[in-house]
């Protein structure tokens, strides 16, 4: 097993036996890609999830191995050669293959027919096909068998079960289906009106090797809803001359058949039995073989496809993540809103919330003057330095209003903020959010929010269920176990990268980082309460139920600003400090003085510090994090600015070249706010000039990007984008070598209507989720910088693009997003 997973992942199987060993001691991903790297051959996270997932299915496959040597030993037909190709089984696909003759299955026509003594009828006819299968037959004509054609019935379905449960056969043919087999779907009569969110699929065909995921689940979520018809043909290279299939052939090859001979190769001269035969071979693979595989296929369709989305969504839950925090800034929260006004929260530079309010600004009651009165009010009284404003609806209304408060009031030389609402009434409803702020208004908690996750996207997005945050496609169409545990890792990932402060972290933080579970981050938290801030890392042994495997869990993560020790506001574990102190006493002075001394510390050679526990990738980090103690991973908070003038969709024109954010990236393309209430579309043939594989390459959610209007369809709230800069608008995106694409604007996009209320209340989802409040729960990314523009006028990765705040897609948006595929939650 762990030479098997070793050869996949590259590394040594020495490597991978030390992280096994380490995981199945109790140790996290985390610790052992951070403390551990002498053991793994410095093995990072990413590998180590990738041997976790594999791990975990070897060893799911050698269950089932057992399982099924059981299962045949007890029926007595369990013998060295049966039990020698179990256990080369590699895969659980030919593990089931092997097993399906022995498998308990009720009586089958075969089975029947063996009962009734025509076995030797069947092997007669297959071994000498000379035989006249009438006359043969004859003699096995009994009460039970009432004439020779009832024999040739039962002796077909002998054969048909023993070809069809050939395991080496059936595993060939389904790599050659798999190779050769093509999707195909169709429109139902009657439904093009109904389904028109599906007119891509209509009359679709695309081979299985080349099918992105959310073509794959579009066309069978098209099937669910009855709209399509979906099969799977399996490229049989067939014609009208000879109707006898290369699948046929191969089965009539193992079962040593010589097939009927076609009109092509002139006419049916042949043996007795081969027309027979042959007829039982077709059957054979019309009747239960494609059929089987044309289950298996499926299968193999829907797992790679739920594998891909749900890397989308991980990789689009961790750019939200690892945004860029505004930080330790006052920050008033705006919740926007049109009959029920906007909710205003006012929280400090610890998160504190300080002042609250309800302001209506907006149609009805259109109370402008008092409003801005208001937040002024607010503003100046509790220093206020940023204002975040949610992005669901009113938000560019609300814009405007925070624009004003902030003209209006220049010596508090505060900053707006367009901030994602993802999740946001999940985590208001939540009970978690009902202990955090007692007796606050339910509406009131989404402004806090909003403030919050501005200062700190991961402090505050770690309390909501991941899957509540809505960045991914066909998120209900996923299973939930995989989901989960693909999404709990990227969360956990993502926190012990940055570090947590211990004095200040909350439960939903803390229970994130290594070793921790929610019991103990409680009793971290109650403890801190009762006894005040920790002053040291030492101090969490006094915590009940946080022993010695707890705290070396733990320990490396969690940061002490302003404690006894100053190595504890780093990232050296406390089993390193002796590493340290050796350190210290080679550069002269003390700890202090050489933290952030990076020309002091550059001049050290790790190699002299190197003992028999602590080797070169562990001393080279140590002096790393000496240089730059506590450094926080994530890029550097900056904004983004859309276009004065371009509010809605009418505003805008195809030439236009705008500021926006990159709200999702899925695998066609990428989503782009420009400030209209409804994303537009950057196909991934629009992205650049070169060959683009996979968009992730080129944008990120919550980048802010600069993008070209090729084309606006207004009355289908449709916005085609291109990042290249230099195209003209209207001119249709090309294809290029990749494979199948599909130009701006088609049904990877989506079909929306605006239709909404002051929240968008009393609709559903696409997926079962109530819209709440109209918005959409398609996550957005952090902060960052301005796209550069590369060499040759093409869009560049500049070294200095950071995340900027990601709106989500208004209610139209989130129509859109559901029928692309995107999965949006509640509230954002």
Not at 183 to 206: H, I, M, P, Q, W
Not at 565 to 573: E, F, M, N
Not at 607 to 613: G, I, L
């Amino acid at each position: 097993m762990q030479q098997r997973i070793a050869d996949e992942l590259g590394v040594r199987p020495g490597q991978v036996a030390a992280a096994v060993d380490l995981l199945n001691g109790g140790s996290t991903v985390p610790f052992v890609a951070r403390y551990r790297k002498e053991a793994t051959g410095s093995l990072d996270d990413a590998q180590l999830r990738t041997l976790e997932e594999r791990l975990r299915y070897l060893r799911e496959l050698e269950e089932r191995r057992a399982v099924v040597l059981e299962s045949i030993r007890s029926q007595g037909k369990l013998d060295a050669a049966l039990e020698t190709r179990i256990l080369a089984a590699d895969s659980k696909a030919r593990l089931e293959d092997i097993y399906l003759p022995y498998k308990p299955k009720r009586r089958t026509k075969a089975m029947i027919a063996r009962e009734n003594g025509l076995e030797p009828l069947a092997d007669a006819l297959l071994a000498d096909p000379t035989l006249d299968p009438t006359a043969t037959a004859a003699d096995y004509v009994t009460e039970i068998v009432p004439d020779a054609a009832a024999a040739l019935e039962g002796a077909r379905a002998i054969l048909v079960e023993r070809f069809s449960e050939d395991a080496d056969l059936i595993g060939g043919l389904r790599e050659r289906m798999w190779n050769r087999g093509r999707l195909v779907s169709t429109v139902r009569e009657g439904k093009e009106t109904e389904g028109a969110k599906f007119a891509d699929y209509f009359d679709f065909s695309e081979p299985f090797t080349k099918l992105p995921s959310h073509r794959i689940l579009a066309a069978f979520r098209g099937e669910k809803e009855e709209i399509l018809d979906v099969t799977l043909d399996p490229g049989d290279g067939s014609d009208s001359d000879d109707p006898v299939t290369d699948y046929e052939r191969t089965i009539a090859a193992a079962a040593g058949i010589s097939l009927e001979r076609s009109a092509r190769e002139g006419g049916n001269e042949g043996r007795a039995a081969d027309k027979w035969l042959t007829q039982v071979v077709r059957w054979t693979w019309r009747t239960r073989i494609l059929l089987g595989l044309q289950v298996d296929l499926r299968v193999r369709l829907r797992t790679v496809a739920e594998e891909a989305a749900i890397a989308v969504f991980a990789a689009n839950l961790r750019d939200l993540l690892l945004a860029a925090p505004a930080g330790t800034r006052a920050t008033m929260g705006l919740d926007p809103g049109l009959r029920t006004g906007v909710k205003v929260a006012v929280v400090d530079a610890t998160g504190k919330v300080v002042a609250t309010d309800t302001i209506y600004p907006h149609e009805p009651r259109r109370d402008w003057n008092g409003a801005l009165a208001t937040l002024t009010r607010l503003a100046v009284a509790h220093d206020v330095d940023l204002v975040a404003i949610g992005n669901g609806t009113a938000s560019r209304e609300t814009d405007k209003l925070a624009g004003e408060l902030v003209a209006a009031n220049p010596g508090l030389k505060m900053t707006k903020v367009m901030v994602s609402e993802a999740g946001a009434s999940v985590y208001s409803a939540s009970a978690y959010a009902s202990a955090e702020l007692p007796g606050l208004d339910v509406t009131l908690r989404g402004a806090v929010s909003i403030a919050r996750r501005l200062q700190d996207p991961l402090a505050e997005l770690v309390k909501i269920d991941p899957k509540s945050i809505g960045v991914g496609q066909y998120q209900h169409d996923l299973p939930e176990s995989s989901l989960s545990r693909s999404l709990d890792a990227v969360v956990e990932d993502a926190v012990n990268a940055v570090g947590v402060d211990v004095n200040t972290a909350s439960v939903p933080l803390l229970r994130r980082v290594s070793g921790i579970t929610e019991g103990l981050a409680t009793q971290i938290v109650a403890h801190r309460d009762t006894h005040g801030p920790f002053r040291a890392r030492t101090a969490l042994s006094d915590v009940p139920r946080l022993g010695p495997k707890a705290f070396e869990q733990c320990a490396g993560f969690l940061r002490i600003r302003g404690g006894d020790d100053p190595l504890d506001v780093s990232g050296v574990h406390p089993e390193a400090y002796p590493v340290v102190r050796r350190i210290v006493a080679k550069a002269g002075g003390d700890v202090a003085t050489l933290l952030g001394n990076a020309p002091k510390l550059r001049s050290l050679k790790p190699q002299q510090f190197v003992d028999d526990r602590f080797g070169l990738p562990t001393v080279t980090d140590i002096l790393a994090e000496l240089e730059k103690p506590g450094r926080d991973p994530r890029p550097e908070f900056r904004t983004a600015t859309f276009a004065e003038g371009v509010h809605k969709i009418a505003d805008l024109r195809p030439g236009m070249v705008l500021e926006g954010v990159v709200t999702n990236v899925a695998a066609f393309g990428a989503f782009v706010d420009v400030g209209v209430h409804q994303d537009g579309l950057v196909h991934v043939s629009a992205m650049s000039r070169q060959f683009v594989s996979d968009p992730r390459d080129v944008v990120k959610s919550g980048e802010v990007v600069r993008v070209k209007v090729l084309e606006v369809d207004e009355a289908r709230k449709r916005i085609s984008l291109t990042l290249r800069l230099e195209d003209e608008p209207g001119a249709a995106v090309k294809p290029d070598r990749g494979g199948p694409r599909r130009e701006p604007g088609r049904a990877e996009q989506g079909r929306a209507e605006q239709g909404r209320d002051d929240k968008g209340r009393g609709g559903q989802g696409r997926d079962g989720q109530a819209r709440d409040k109209g918005r959409s729960g398609q996550g957005r990314g952090g902060q960052g910088g301005d796209r550069r523009e590369g060499r040759s006028g093409q869009p560049g990765r500049g070294a200095d693009r950071g995340r900027a705040p990601a709106p989500a897609a208004n209610n139209a948006m989130a129509d859109a997003l559901r029928r692309a595929g995107f999965d949006v939650g509640k509230k954002g």
